[in-house]
């Protein structure tokens, strides 16, 4: 069974829209690319349906999901300007989509007034088909494809060598460990392929943001790794102190994959009906200014994980455990900084043959 976690909703302090910098930071280093791909990929004489659709897949709850939309609708009306079209100039439809557990009342309460698109909401998971065939023009997912489906089932057996005791994430574990994780992305990745191949119309484009290591780069040297690393070493300090307990932890892992280019070009290619237009690692923390500061950082993790978190632990750990997280970031902040300087961030431009 599929597994839903969303962001913290709301317009509270924890929120995600009020904790969401970070990503809106890929977002806008990433923003010249999208447009490139647009203005030399995108054959807008080859569509000749009205309105151009598009669909953000993992919208969450704004206001990231608005300026991205606005600006791939901006860059979609250049395009047909500079391929003559400016008279069949399309309206445009988003289809904002989430799991049905995101709080999609206040993604349309913050909607944009000016905003140049008919809006629409489509809740559920993107591991599976979300619009009917050949319906969508042009997808986007920023930072929400390295979510499983759910948690790999031998993660939590005893007696299976991927047991992942002691730890909620495979940074630091065996090889078993990390070999279940890839797995699940494989079989996710292959699902979610598959859906918006038959989704798109033919020369229709994907454009993916994903969190992501280098090649043969381990997870440990990657600055969200060595995070959850440290929300490990957390809930471990909090169970030796009586606060939960050990199997608590024994129990719980993030269903998080981080999938490195190669990972991703075995997987893209195996569906024969998208192309990859372009694929690299973007080192969008190099645009930072300032040391690391724990508790942004840890504010910006809670916005993300509280609900699995609480949903496992209970909402009565939530403050400590990000506070001590946040203390363990400013005490291991060179790791973070000192971390791969190739990118931590994939983006990927997929074709509709």
């Known amino acids: 069974m599929q597994q839903s976690f969303p962001m913290n909703g709301g317009d509270g302090p924890h929120s995600y829209r009020n904790n969401s910098h970070f990503q809106r930071q890929d977002m806008n280093v990433s923003r010249t690319m999208i447009e490139e791909a647009i203005a030399k990929k995108l054959d807008v004489k080859c569509f000749s349906s009205n309105p151009f659709r598009l669909a953000d897949l993992g919208c969450s709850v704004g206001p990231n999901t608005f300026i991205a939309m606005q600006h791939i609708v901006e860059a979609v009306e250049r395009r047909y300007l500079a391929q003559g079209l400016k008279s069949e100039m399309p309206e445009f439809q988003v289809f904002f989509n989430d799991h049905v557990g995101n709080d999609f009342n206040t993604l349309f309460a913050s909607l944009p007034t000016e905003r140049r698109y008919f809006a629409c909401g489509v809740p559920g ?16 997912s920023s930072h929400a494809l390295h979510w499983l489906s759910k948690v790999p089932e031998e993660l939590l057996d005893k007696n299976s060598p991927a047991w992942n005791r002691g730890r909620i994430h495979y940074t630091s574990g065996p090889e078993e460990v990390s070999h279940a994780y890839a797995a699940q ?3 996710d990745m292959e699902i979610f392929l598959s ?16 969190p992501a290591l280098p090649n043969g780069i381990p997870a440990s040297q990657n600055p969200y790794g060595v995070m959850f690393d440290l929300l490990g070493s957390s809930l471990m300090d909090m169970a030796k102190e009586g606060l939960i307990s050990e199997a608590q932890v024994d129990s719980f892992n993030l269903p998080i994959h981080l999938a490195s280019p190669e990972q991703m070009t075995e997987l893209v290619e195996r569906n024969e009906c998208l192309t990859i237009e372009r694929m690299e690692l973007v080192n969008s923390r190099s645009k930072l200014v300032g040391p690391i500061n724990g508790k942004e950082c840890a504010m910006y993790l809670r916005a993300g994980l509280e609900g699995i978190f609480a949903q496992h632990f209970g909402s009565g750990i939530i403050d400590q455990l990000f506070d001590r997280l946040s203390k363990k970031i400013m005490e291991s902040s060179h790791k973070l900084e000192s971390g791969n300087k190739e990118g931590n961030l994939l983006f990927v431009v997929l074709r509709r043959k």
Request: net charge neutral; charged share 15%.
């Open 125 to 140: 998971s993107f591991h599976g088909r979300l619009f009917p065939e050949s319906s969508i023009h042009f997808m986007f």
């Open 185 to 187: 992305f494989e079989h």
């Open 195 to 210: 859906a918006r191949a038959k989704e798109l119309v033919v020369g229709g484009m994907i454009v993916v943001l994903i």
